[in-house]
């Protein structure tokens, strides 16, 4: 986007100088402007990972009434429940943006669908349910993981919302029950390119620290209002 392309920019002048004035410099004045465009490209890179996979992806955020036993347990059921029905209301829809404008126009059966699953077992707490942008940590399941990052979201939200959350994906189905290391390639199967399932999945190596320099430069940004 034009952020990543400013800090491009920044970046192609910060070694300009560095190979132009290399020889004007102390040895320890020329690595430290060295150490700061390879933390920008490392920054940029950063940003553009995070940015590309969250523009394929809408996360699911449940949040619980309480931390009290029976409402975190109430929460999962109300999850199970709304990623039934969304994974329904998704059959053959292949972009996120798709998935969205879908789910939008749906959130009063999502919510209906958590609310029922209360009822079922003797709670009458209500649920709401809405799309929204929002902020995730890294987090990671069973076969994948994903960077921390700013994420639409499907956001499910039990009587007072004041609990612990439950953070996942609802399209593509990656948080389904089914849904395990082997398989994550074919849930995501014409979503994510295979770069994209190879950082999630750790396949190409190293992702724990791919991870870590996504998040680092993501709060940088926010703590610098990007």
Not at 109 to 123: I, M, N, P, V
Not at 140 to 166: C, H, K, M
Not at 179 to 192: K, N, Q
């Amino acid at each position: 986007g034009e952020r990543a392309g400013s800090l491009q920019r920044y970046i192609r002048t910060v070694l300009f100088m560095t190979s132009c004035f290399t020889h004007r410099l102390r040895r320890w004045e020329a690595a430290l402007l060295l150490a700061f465009g390879i933390t920008l490209t490392l920054g940029v890179w950063a940003s553009a990972s995070e940015s590309a996979l969250a523009g394929q992806v809408l996360r699911l955020h449940v949040v619980a009434h309480s931390d009290s036993e029976a409402d975190q347990a109430l929460k999962l059921l109300a999850r199970d429940a709304v990623l039934a029905e969304a994974s329904r209301l998704l059959e053959g829809v292949s972009h996120r943006a798709q998935a969205e404008a879908v789910l939008s126009g749906r959130l009063d059966e999502l919510a209906q669908a958590g609310a029922d699953a209360l009822a079922a077992a003797g709670c009458s707490l209500p649920v709401a349910a809405e799309i929204t942008d929002q902020w995730f940590p890294t987090k990671a399941y069973d076969g994948f993981s994903l960077p921390a990052g700013q994420y639409r979201a499907l956001r499910v939200t039990i009587g007072a919302g004041e609990g612990r959350n439950w953070w996942c994906v609802v399209f593509p189905p990656l948080c389904l029950g089914s849904v395990t290391e082997e398989s994550v390639e074919t849930a995501a199967g014409g979503v994510l390119s295979e770069d994209q399932v190879s950082l999630i999945t750790g396949q190409d190596g190293g992702y724990v620290l791919k991870f870590r320099i996504i998040e680092w430069w993501e709060e940088l940004l926010r703590s610098f209002g990007g």
